[in-house]
């Protein structure tokens, strides 16, 4: 396989709303593990011992539904999956310092990992069906929607092999992107749990942990606990990434794929299959088994899994490896549970950010050795305490996920290249951060952010420019002039007070003609959002990009999940009718009468104000159909432009005939294809109407 470069990464799990919120936990040897949150299933709340346990997110319900352009209505019959990756993708393509309007048109590919639609069964069972509901229920839409809010043209693909469905999904991205398919790929992973049965269905079939803990390879092994959560990256050929400047978090040097075949049971898994997943993935990436530094487990801590999955280590890295010098393991689980789906993505991140910070984090819930592991004889050793990585540019990580229905994936990572001199430019004497967003409150967050971030030692503040440079220009901007830490700190914080210019004051020994043209080039970016000028003051040559910045701080609303209809009330008896002689249901789901429009149309003063009129019913009528106004209506574009579908035409149109007692054709709505169009059409309809 062609080595492959990791360039972006975004994830939201149980206790971390980020790579780096997760990488602080996990460093820290902290469990994100608790009990149900109140509220969460619709059934009632299971009494059996581990089914009350899970890593939860926190706000299965919220969305930024307006960012993403879609209607209240739509959004409301979006599965939390489809709005958590597109969440998550953003800010994935946002990590890797790319513009996201560059993207469309271009053969990127999306592979997600994904199993269970618990949203779809509450959705079905709710017995409220919408027409969104097709399309925000659907599994394939996991990635169509994704390809089609950035306008990817590349292979766009759903991946279930159950829990290793995310490490599949970055397998297919590999063959992919080996064969040409793609020039880049957003891998992602998503597992929301909405069901209560679901994980009742589990424990009954054996797999939790009574104690609601992964004792990963421990004498305690006896479950798992089920997690929720998702991660995405973004993956462009090594060559392609060095060539662009990209930050490199790792390099995915290979993988591979196989299955346990003919067992002894359906849920058994064979040491045999394993160890030969672990080779083909070795052979893909041109590695030996001694290269082996560290192994992301699949580790779910059960008494059958774990000790096939070490023996299988054991045959195919630890005694390939010198005496006394084991391979390292951990499991991602111990800390946030099996995300399932999930889980092969979760390893990955963690993996990815082991190889970037050149640190290996514990893996929790470990005394002793499951007495069918002989660690010493299998040449493993558990992390148990965080340590130095001591990784050199020869030695690799790998990362396992299995697959109840037998199919395995082993990835194998390595280092990024080392940076030369000549990929880093000297940094000016002073740089920009431009900042946007869409609301003088996100501007603010951002800066928060901003302010609050752990930048690391070998970031500077050119770094952090460039990246915030290639970002989405919105209609609210805000730019910090400085030219180190102290001062870029300090114009965030009149950010964070509401101004849009942060300028320091001139030093004695800063040349006029530098600064007016930086002053010059900020002012430029906030009032027309020009970023030229800007960019042109950034250092030149292969500028390395800061990795890991606070990303778009999304306004998340709520819209919460469905729930069960209620039991319907008995049917009245067939002689019941209302007093006016009127069916009682046809009486009771009338609206409250209106004035006629024809009537306020006609006492309307001149055309001007019927044509004014005529377009206020138009939009409300449009915002009717949408459960609200338009995300970024245009009322001088085409419907199609404004992301209207063909259903929803039709709908509207329904709705115009009945509030304006017309009987207008479908050919309206394209002949007349805006709003404003439209309004004056429907006015001289209007006024035929009257001869």
Known sequence: ????????????????????????????????????????????EPAEPGSSFGGFLTDPDLFDAAFFGISRREATYLDPQQRLLLELAWEAVEDAALPAGDLGGRPWGVFVGAGPDDFRLRYLRAGHPDRFGHTGTAGCMLAGRLSHHFGLRGPSEVVDTGQSSSLAALHRAMCALHMGECEAAVVAGVAVNLLGEVTEQIRLWGGLSPDGRCHTFDERANGYVRGE?????????????????DHVYCVIRGSATGNDGDRSGLGAPSAQAQSEVLRAAHRAAGVSAADVSYIELHGTGTPVGDPVEAAAIGDAVGRARPGGSPVRVGSVKTNIGHLESAAGIAGLVKAALILHHDRVPPSLHFVRSNPDIDLEAANIRLVTQAEEGGFTERDVVGVSSFGMGGTHVHA?????PARTEGDVAAAPAETLWCLSARSPEAVKELARALLDHPFGTDVTVADVALALSARTRWEHRAVVVGTDWDEIAQGLKKVVAGNHFAVPPARPDTDPAVRGAFVQAAGQYVHSGDIAAARALLPVGRVHKAPLLPTYPFRRESFPLPEPAPRAAPPPPESATASDGRDPAAAGSSRPPLPPFAGRWAAARGDTERVWLVRNVLEEELAAVYGGTVPDFNPEASFSDNGIDSMSLLEFLDRLNTALGLHLSETALFDHPTINELAEYVNKEMEASRV
């Open 412 to 416: 194998v990572l390595g280092p990024a």
């Open 1 to 44: 396989m062609k080595p492959v470069a990791l360039v972006g990464m975004s994830c939201r799990m149980p206790g971390a709303e980020n790579p780096t919120r997760l990488w602080a936990n996990l460093l820290a040897g902290k469990s994100s593990v608790s009990r149900t949150p109140e509220g969460r299933w619709t059934d009632t």
């Open 229 to 245: 959560g998702g991660a995405c990256v973004v993956l462009k050929p090594l060559e392609a990434a060095l060539r662009d400047g």
